[in-house]
């Protein structure tokens, strides 16, 4: 990649990338698979002097089970996520948003650390992170830290990420056997296209009843958002097509959506109503069919 003005520093571990983005300070930018930031370069929408290449450090693109975690390297690329025998046995809806995802050229070169730093509100994988709980795990040249992915973003493009500070890796507690978790999107073609709506759903069922919910929003207010209302709705109902149905209408009402070329307010809002049910009844599928654990 050659463009104009910008020079490229390979960095040989995190603690140096860390440190080259001290050193430049706002003139510098970081660069994982570079499908969104080469583009936003190219087109001007962002100027930097130094770009810090983080695609030589070895051992981040690595997804591990360990002692019920699992735990993925920020280079981990979409492609990878889509495929992975782990993800698919232990969260298969993180599995399902990758693969609806650009086209395979992109899921190559795109990577799950980058897709959550750009912090892009039609982004696929922060719903799904969200509902999951999950812990971005970074380091810095003061340190590491641990940061819930709800506290992580803060608008469009917008993180708590400091200035030198990178994500490691992604962690997730694996689901209970009697939880759910599903991701449903709507785009205008089955590929190399934004979601319109994007909806992530979370269930836990203990004795014929819901007894914890989570409903995410996507690309339909300046972060991704959290349907606390109709999360709420679920608790204790039973997991049936009315509960879901009602879940989706208030959903509807908690979503901030806009007007723009890929679709209306009002059309996006009724998108929020089905996408919820329907990601709400995977996840109920999922949990009927989840293979039964030993007890130790």
Same mark, same amino acid.
């Given at each position: 990649?050659?463009?104009?003005?910008?020079? =490229?520093?390979?960095?040989?571990?995190?603690?140096?990338?860390?440190?080259?983005?001290?050193?430049?300070?706002?003139?510098?930018?970081?660069?994982?698979? &570079?499908?969104?930031?080469?583009?936003? *370069?190219?087109?001007?929408?962002?100027?930097?002097?130094? $770009?810090?290449?983080?695609?030589?450090?070895?051992? *981040?693109?690595?997804?591990?089970?360990?002692?019920?975690?699992?735990?993925?390297?920020?280079?981990?690329? =979409?492609?990878?996520?889509?495929?992975?025998?782990? /993800?698919?046995?232990?969260?298969?809806?993180?599995?399902?948003?990758?693969?609806?995802?650009?086209?395979?050229?992109?899921?190559?070169?795109?990577? /799950?650390?980058?897709?959550?730093?750009?912090?892009?509100?039609?982004?696929?994988?922060?719903?799904?992170?969200?509902?999951?709980?999950?812990?971005?795990?970074?380091?810095?040249?003061?340190?590491?830290?641990?940061?819930?992915?709800?506290?992580?973003?803060?608008?469009?493009?917008?993180?708590?990420?400091?200035?030198?500070?990178?994500?490691?890796? $992604?962690?997730?507690?694996?689901?209970?056997?009697?939880?759910?978790?599903?991701?449903?999107?709507?785009?205008?073609?089955?590929?190399?296209?934004?979601?319109?709506?994007?909806?992530?759903?979370?269930?836990?069922?203990?004795?014929?009843?819901?007894?914890?919910?989570?409903?995410? =929003? &996507?690309?339909?207010?300046?972060?991704?958002?959290?349907?606390?209302?109709?999360?709420?709705?679920?608790?204790?109902?039973?997991?049936?097509?009315?509960?879901?149905?009602?879940?989706?209408?208030?959903?509807?009402?908690? &979503?901030?959506?806009?007007?723009?070329?890929?679709?209306?307010?009002?059309?996006?809002?009724?998108?929020?109503?089905?996408?919820?049910?329907?990601?709400?009844?995977?996840?109920?599928?999922?949990?009927?069919?989840?293979?039964?654990?030993?007890?130790?």
């Amino acid at each position: 990649m050659k463009i104009p003005g910008i020079k =490229l520093h390979n960095a040989a571990d995190l603690a140096n990338a860390c440190s080259l983005l001290e050193k430049y300070g706002e003139s510098a930018k970081a660069l994982a698979g &570079g499908t969104d930031l080469v583009v936003d *370069l190219k087109q001007k929408r962002a100027v930097f002097e130094h $770009i810090v290449v983080l695609g030589g450090i070895a051992g *981040l693109d690595e997804i591990k089970l360990r002692k019920g975690i699992l735990q993925i390297g920020a280079l981990t690329s =979409l492609a990878s996520l889509a495929e992975s025998r782990i /993800i698919k046995k232990h969260l298969p809806a993180l599995s399902d948003a990758a693969s609806t995802m650009a086209t395979p050229q992109v899921r190559n070169m795109g990577t /799950i650390g980058g897709n959550v730093a750009m912090a892009v509100p039609s982004a696929d994988l922060p719903p799904t992170l969200i509902a999951a709980n999950a812990r971005i795990i970074t380091d810095s040249p003061t340190g590491s830290r641990i940061i819930p992915i709800r506290e992580f973003f803060t608008g469009p493009r917008k993180t708590v990420l400091g200035a030198a500070e990178l994500i490691r890796e $992604i962690e997730i507690d694996v689901p209970p056997a009697n939880s759910g978790l599903s991701y449903k999107k709507f785009q205008l073609r089955n590929s190399a296209a934004l979601a319109v709506v994007g909806v992530a759903a979370s269930l836990v069922v203990e004795d014929g009843k819901i007894s914890d919910a989570c409903i995410v =929003l &996507g690309a339909v207010a300046p972060t991704p958002l959290i349907a606390v209302k109709a999360s709420r709705s679920l608790i204790g109902a039973k997991p049936d097509f009315e509960a879901f149905a009602n879940a989706g209408k208030i959903a509807c009402e908690e &979503g901030k959506p806009i007007s723009d070329i890929r679709g209306s307010k009002e059309f996006r809002c009724r998108l929020i109503g089905v996408l919820t049910r329907r990601a709400l009844e995977e996840a109920n599928g999922r949990i009927r069919t989840a293979p039964k654990r030993r007890k130790n």
